[in-house]
């Protein structure tokens, strides 16, 4: 079973940036599209951003423009950059397979809490 381990988030003013880890205990990255999930209390888990094996990158338009993503294939993480910050980027952040094209889902992790204030 992969295990997926989001770190990187935390409280910072709007405007401001953060950076976002995914490390996968396997080589899900290289083999999967994958994406960054958020979830906000009382909201289904919502796929913000996804990249494809080949590198194809794909995002809301609520983050375009805005968040980057990229893997690290040899060292099986995930990243999501994040600038510009708005209030309503707060959320729980995860990652895992793309919904869109999965057959099933990797066990989710802890996911890391973005806070963005006002």
């Known amino acids: 079973q992969v295990r997926l381990v989001e770190s990187g988030g935390g409280l910072v003013q709007a405007g401001g940036s953060l950076r976002l880890s995914c490390a996968a205990s396997?080589?899900?990255?290289?083999?999967?599209?994958v994406g960054w999930y958020r979830r906000t209390p009382g909201k289904e888990r919502e796929l913000v951003a996804g990249?494809?094996?080949?590198?194809?990158?794909t995002y809301v338009p609520s983050v375009k423009g805005r968040f980057t993503i990229s893997r690290d294939t040899a060292k099986n993480t995930l990243y999501l950059q994040m600038d510009n910050l708005k209030t309503e980027d707060t959320a729980v952040y995860y990652c895992?397979?793309?919904?869109?094209?999965?057959?099933?889902?990797?066990?989710w992790g802890q996911g890391t809490q973005v806070t963005v204030s006002s």
């Open positions: 396997g080589n899900t990255f290289s083999l999967n599209a």
């Open positions: 990249i494809t094996t080949g590198g194809t990158t």
């Open positions: 895992n397979r793309d919904v869109r094209v999965a057959s099933r889902m990797s066990p």
